[in-house]
């Protein structure tokens, strides 16, 4: 099992209490990126008026070769399979669980965006290429 855990997880939005831990097996980098959400406009007399209304943010992540069962990833977490269940079964807002440095975790209510796999390798069990985006609610 890793040192550090899992950067992410995931829980129903009904029961935060049970969450899902995403395998560490070839996970590429989590891309993290933020949307201001705000209006701007050129007043009459040259200045400019911005209206802020909230910064939200959204994670990238991918994995290379992510067994589709999660018993076949090296640290037993969320495998590929769990992953897309989970994007089906879950169509609106979840929550995400951010692991810190320090230990400690931030919570966001997310949606995802963005699914997709590839079928990479098949013999005794498959390997999948996943990405996958999600946004803050």
Excluded: C
């Excluded at 994670?59 to 590929?80: C, F, I």
């Excluded at 919570?107 to 069990?125: E, L, N, T, W």
């Amino acid at each position: 099992i890793l040192p550090k855990g899992s950067i992410l997880a995931f829980a129903d939005i009904t029961t935060p209490e049970t969450k899902s831990e995403l395998s560490e097996h070839n996970r590429g980098p989590v891309n993290v990126s933020a949307e201001r959400i705000e209006t701007s406009q050129r007043m009459a007399n040259g200045y400019k008026r911005k209206w802020w209304v909230a910064d939200k943010k959204s994670w990238r992540v991918s994995w290379e070769d992510l067994p589709h069962d999660s018993d076949k990833t090296v640290d037993g977490k969320a495998g590929g399979k769990w992953i897309e269940d989970f994007h089906y079964n879950n169509p609106g807002e979840f929550w995400l669980f951010v692991r810190l440095p320090n230990g400690t975790q931030s919570q966001y209510r997310v949606m995802m965006s963005d699914f997709d796999k590839d079928i990479v390798k098949r013999g005794a069990y498959e390997f999948w290429r996943v990405n996958m985006t999600l946004e803050e609610v």
